[in-house]
């Protein structure tokens, strides 16, 4: 069992920067691809970004592409999301997730989940 919890959510304006944390309650932490996904009020859940368990392969959804920048640091088995020119369309929770196995931008394909934080963008 991994317990995930995000923080560094908040209220920001269009254009400004916020990082996501996630920190994992695992002696493993490096060995799970970890990922991130934000959902919207009355939208489906969305892939954001994941990196693999060594770091060395990076993916994105293309909403965020160019604008975020997704990272882990195993020695202190966290990963980061860092936003950067934020838009009003990317408020959501968002949600880190963990598996085992390579990157991927599927949410049923990871198996353990935070209980997300609140990003709000205002215009």
């Known amino acids: 069992q991994v317990l995930l919890v995000e923080s560094g959510g908040g209220l920001v304006q269009a254009g400004g920067s916020l990082r996501l944390s996630c920190a994992a309650s695992?002696?493993?932490?490096?060995?799970?691809?970890m990922g991130w996904f934000r959902q919207a009020p009355g939208k489906e859940r969305e892939f954001v970004a994941a990196?693999?368990?060594?770091?060395?392969?990076?993916l994105y959804g293309d909403s965020v592409k160019g604008r975020f920048t997704i990272s882990r640091d195993n020695a202190k088995s966290a990963a980061y999301l860092q936003m950067n020119s934020l838009k009003p369309e990317d408020t959501a929770v968002y949600y880190c997730?963990?598996?085992?196995?390579?990157?991927?931008?599927?949410?049923?394909?990871?198996?353990?989940w935070g209980q997300g934080t609140q990003v709000t963008v205002s215009s």
């Open positions: 990196i693999s368990s060594g770091g060395g392969i990076l």
């Open positions: 997730a963990a598996r085992h196995g390579a990157a991927r931008s599927v949410g049923y394909e990871y198996n353990f």
């Open positions: 695992t002696r493993t932490f490096s060995t799970y691809t």
